[in-house]
């Protein structure tokens, strides 16, 4: 089961809440390190805010894009 810790960015939608998780990679040559961003629609059953940090887990499918509920 994957745990991700993100942000809540936006709350358009009922019961859905898109986070933005963000991770440090580094270069395989030059062993510089950036930031990567990519984003989640995530079951929304606690009622969050944007701003907020959230646990999110997988779960079954619960519609095309919507496959992780929060736990916190």
């Avoid at 990567?36 to 997988?58: L, M, P, S, W």
């Amino acid at each position: 089961m994957k745990i991700f810790t993100g942000k809540v960015t936006a709350k358009k939608i009922q019961k859905t809440a898109t986070v933005e998780v963000e991770r440090m990679v580094v270069h395989p040559l030059y062993g510089k390190r950036y930031k990567r961003a990519k984003k989640y629609q995530v079951h929304d059953e606690v009622g969050v805010n944007i701003g907020d940090t959230v646990k999110f887990v997988t779960c079954k499918p619960i519609s095309k894009l919507k496959k992780w509920r929060i736990t916190k």
